[in-house]
Structure formats: C-alpha cells, structure tokens
C-alpha cells in the first residue's frame, strides 16, 4: 500500500497544533511590530523636521513604549512555543517513521537496503527542520510584512509604490530563476549522503573481514570517494544558495536605489512627499525585497524537504505484504506444504511440488547439499514470499490468510547470526519487555543459560552485538527468547554452523530438549547421536524431497541420506 505524504507531515501537527497556532500568531506580531516601527521612524523624522504628523512627540514616546512591550511579550511567547513546536514535530516525525518501518515482516526488511531509513532518520532531519518547519514561520512573517509594507507604501505614495514594484520584478525573477535550482542540489546531497552512510556501515560491519583480507587501503578509497562525493553535493548546494542570496542582494539594492532617488527626486519636486516618508519608503522596501528573495527560496528548500519525505515514504511502501485482519491464532494440529514450488526469478525454480505434513510437538531436521532449497523452505514457512505456488497451512488456515503479527506470535526463529543488542542479558531475553520472574527462570534454565548467569548475572552488559559473548552463549539466548514468548513453532537455520563441534552440539541438544514445541531445524552436521533424534529427517535434493523418514529408516534404505551421511563421516 503506497503512503500518502500527507500522512507523514501530518504528524508535525498531530497533538501540537495549539502550540503551532500560538507560535504563528506570535510570528504575525512580531511582523506588525516591525511595520509599526517604521511607521513610527517616519512619524519622528517628519516631526523633527517640522511637519505637522497628528502626534505630538509624549503620545509617540507612549506608543514607542507600547511597542517595545508587545515585541518583548511576543519574543517570550516564542521563546517558548516555536522551539517547543518543532521539537514535538521531529519527535513525533521520527516516532512514526520509526513505527512504519516495524511493521515491516522480517523478509521483506531483509532484502532492502538500511541506508535510506538510516539517512532518513539523520541526515535529512536537518533539511526537513530547516526547509519545512523553520521555514514555515519565515514564510509566513515574509508574507505579512510583504502585504503589511505595500499597503503602508500605497497609503504614503500611490505614485512610488506602482515605481517600487516595477523595479522589484528584477529580483523576484531573480529569485524564481535560480531558487528552483535548490531543491534538486538538496535532493542529490540526501542521496550522496545516503551512498556514505551505506559505506560507513559496511566497513564497520565488515571490519573482521577487511583486516583478514588486507582489504583496508581499497576500503579507505571507497570511503574517500564516498566522502569526496559528498562534500561535492554539497559545496555545488551551498554555491546555489549564495548565488541565490547574490541576486537578490544586488537586484535588491538596484531597486532600493531607485525608490529612494524616485523620491527624493518627488520631495523635491514638491510632489507631497516628506524626507521622513522617503526614508521610510526605502525601509519598507526591505521588507518587500526581503520576500521576494526569501520565499522562493523558502519553497525551494520546502520543496527539497518534502522530496526527502517522499523518499523515506517511497522506501517505507516498498515489498509490503498484504495483510490479512489480525487474529490470534493457535496451532493445533501442525503446518501442512502441499504442492509448493517457489523461484526467486521467473523459470529458475528452487522448491519443486514439496509436499509435507509437519506434526505439532515434533522436532524436524532438513539437510542436504548447499543449494537444495532448505533456507528457501524456511523463509516461506515465515511468509518471507507469498509468490508461491502450492499451498503453506497452519492447520487449516493458508499461510497468505495469516497476519503476520499473528504469525511471529506463534514462531520464534534462530539464525545463524544472533544479533544481541548493547543491553543486559535480562532485557536481550526477554526484548525489554515484562515477564514474571519464574517464567525468565524457567527459560533462562531450559536453554542452558544457568551457568552464564550464575557467573555474570542477569545485568550483565553483553557490549555491540554481544561483543562480550560466546557463539553458543548468543544462541542460548536467542533459544530464550523464543521460550519466554510461548513459541509453538521454532525455525531453526544453520543456527550451529559457526560455533565448534562441542558447542554446536550442546546448542543443538538444547533445542532437542525442548518439549511441547515444533522445531524445524536447518542443519549441515549429520551427526549420528543428534539425527537419532529427530522424529523425522527431511531429505533435499536440487529442491525435491529425495527422502524423509527417521534416521534409522534412512539408513536402512541407503540412499541419498546414506551417501549423504556417509560422505560426511
């Protein structure tokens, strides 16, 4: 389902328009405060020069000090609303994109890139504070001196105001040339940004297999590149806006010249104006410049805001599964494969007709050589692609009809990577949620972690990615947390292929040991007393079931389990 834009930059308002509403009016002020200053500069010079204003000079005293209460009142009010606004607005921005982007299935966030979501939530904050909150009270104070100036230049002088205006179409033209320019030089600075953000992360990810490979010299070139990449993007941006800010500064003074010699030359002449309107006429000119500059360039970068929060809105709809009403659901029976065939690429299929009946309570082993389909057999039984033919039932409920909240409700899965956050045991186990102290126990106990907290506690902080840990002690863990959660079914992928033989087998007892719950285990190791243990062993081959049966029946037949067994003894 693709997401709206609207739905985005309405949460900059949602539960902060009052505080928005008062920061703006408060903006409307401060502009009337500043029309009313030069009307009254222009009220004091015409009085010191003799002519007759309405005022004498205590009633403008008076309304000096009128002035300068209401800005001082106004500015505390900002003071405290404006800051306050955008604040809550970034807030609640990020909070929803951040929402979004969990709702996202586990396949589907896998097969993307992390760089736009990273760069989305960083870099581009800045352009979006800056481009379309800040600017949005620019624009509007630019607005209501703009409307507030012409209507005071019209009442002074008619005749000067339409001279005004002629010379200020230099530079708004000026300004709509060259400030439409802006956003595409913002947009193409978010995407080198995000090319840099991606390479960061890679070579700090990759660091082990940098260093082992003496990669680190074409790691720093890419990197330079990337930074070199950036920096351009962004001195090119920069260029614009000071160009930009030269045309309007120097058609600016051209047309603040011309007001000012076109009445000087008609206070001369005798024409009905006054030294204090003249002056002031070039004052209020700023305030007509000032916005023909500014707001062109404000919806430039309003615009290049908005472009960001399209990208991040684009990436955020992307390899979305369409979701089924959210029930709860309880496994019963078991999950049925009846007819499944599945390819990533159209006409190159990896899972042949694979039908099969996974009963509830059992424990599953799949093996076979690398690329007979067994991760792929996997990741359909967790929805990770519903282009499939054939038919995935959880009892008697197809797999496309299950949401998938409802889904990861029932299963727990076990990679061969365990990601550990930079926590304590006790929040990795149980994902910083609350469970009765006996339930943490149990599952602390069942999963062999009894004798890591007995030596570090459950406090303990396992450092990034569980820096602190073992191998088999993030596994353990990660068997936890699939316990404290109640898994009916857990999926189990090569979960052991990196840890040594005495650890692998101890994690993979582990498992076996575990009662009541439908293990499905991806495995590689044909070990003799771990095989014997399943209830069934699935068999595949160039993505068909070759064979399945228990370990000794398989034996028995001497097929391709016992070449496969055999092989690997």
């Known amino acids: ?55 004498t000079l205590v009633q403008l005293a008076l309304i000096t000090l ?81 409307i507030g100036a012409m209507i005071l230049m019209f009442w002074y002088s008619p005749i000067l105001t339409l001279i005004a205006v002629a010379l200020s179409i230099l530079p708004l033209a000026a300004s709509l040339v060259t400030g439409s320019k802006v956003a595409c030089e913002e947009t193409k600075v978010s995407q080198c940004n995000e090319a840099y953000t991606a390479t960061l992360r890679d070579s700090l990810s990759g660091f082990p297999v940098i260093k082992s490979f003496k990669a680190e010299q074409q790691m720093i070139r890419l990197f330079r590149d990337n930074v070199e990449r950036l920096a351009n993007a962004q001195c090119k941006r920069d260029k614009m806006k000071v160009l930009v800010a030269l045309f309007g500064t120097v058609a600016g003074v051209v047309a603040q010249l011309g007001v000012f010699l076109f009445g000087a ?64 659901i309880s496994l019963k029976r078991g999950i049925t494969v009846d007819g499944l065939t599945f390819g990533y690429e159209p006409k190159k299929t990896i899972l042949h007709d694979i039908s099969y009946t996974f009963k509830l309570g059992r424990k599953y082993a799949i093996v076979g050589a690398s690329g007979s389909g067994k991760s792929t057999l996997l990741n359909l039984l967790m929805a990770a692609h519903p282009q499939y033919e054939g038919t995935i039932c959880y009892d008697d409920t197809e797999l496309r009809h299950i949401n998938t909240g409802s889904l990861y409700e029932m299963q727990g899965i076990i990679q061969q990577n365990v990601f550990i956050f930079n926590a304590s045991i006790r929040d990795n186990i149980t994902m910083f949620r609350a469970f009765p102290e006996e339930e943490i126990d149990e599952a602390i106990r069942l999963s062999g972690l009894s004798a890591l907290i007995a030596d570090k506690s459950t406090d303990y902080l396992c450092g990034e990615n569980g820096s602190g840990l073992s191998g088999g002690e993030k596994q353990r863990i990660s068997i936890a947390r699939s316990l404290l959660k109640k898994t009916q079914v857990l999926l189990v992928d090569e979960a052991t ?19 009541g719950i439908t293990g499905i285990v991806v495995t590689h190791s044909l070990e003799e007393s771990l095989l ?38």
């Open 1 to 55: 389902m693709k997401k709206n834009i609207d739905t985005f930059t309405s949460q900059f308002y949602h539960r902060n328009t009052a505080v928005y509403l008062i920061a703006l009016s408060q903006t409307f002020m401060e502009a009337g405060c500043s029309l009313g200053v030069s009307w009254l500069l222009q009220q004091l010079i015409d009085l010191i020069g003799g002519s007759n204003t309405g005022f």
């Open 265 to 328: 030359w008609l206070a001369i002449s005798g024409k009905g104006m006054t030294a204090g309107t003249t002056l002031i006429f070039v004052q209020l000119m700023n305030y007509v410049l000032s916005p023909i500059g500014t707001i062109p360039t404000c919806l430039a970068e309003r615009n290049a805001a908005k472009a960001l929060i399209a990208k991040i809105a684009k990436a955020l709809s992307a390899n979305l599964r369409e979701e089924a009403d959210y029930t709860q």
């Open 497 to 515: 292929a990196a840890l040594d033989a005495e650890t692998a087998h101890q994690v993979s007892s582990s498992i076996l040991d575990l009662d």
């Open 66 to 146: 009128g002035l300068i209460v209401t800005t001082t009142a106004s500015t505390l009010v900002m003071y405290h609303t404006k800051p306050r606004f955008i604040s809550r607005a970034l807030s609640q921005y990020k909070e929803y994109v951040f929402g979004e982007l969990t709702k996202k299935n586990i396949a589907a966030f896998s097969a993307e890139s992390t760089s736009p979501y990273i760069s989305g939530l960083t870099n581009d904050m800045q352009v979006i504070e800056k481009g379309y909150l800040q600017n949005t009270f620019t624009m509007f104070s630019s607005l209501i001196t703009f």
């Open 532 to 569: 014997s243990r399943y209830d069934s062993i699935l068999t595949l081959k160039n993505g068909y079931i070759a064979e399945a049966g228990t370990f000794d029946e398989l034996i028995a037949r001497k097929g391709y389990f016992y070449s496969l067994f055999t092989v690997s003894q």
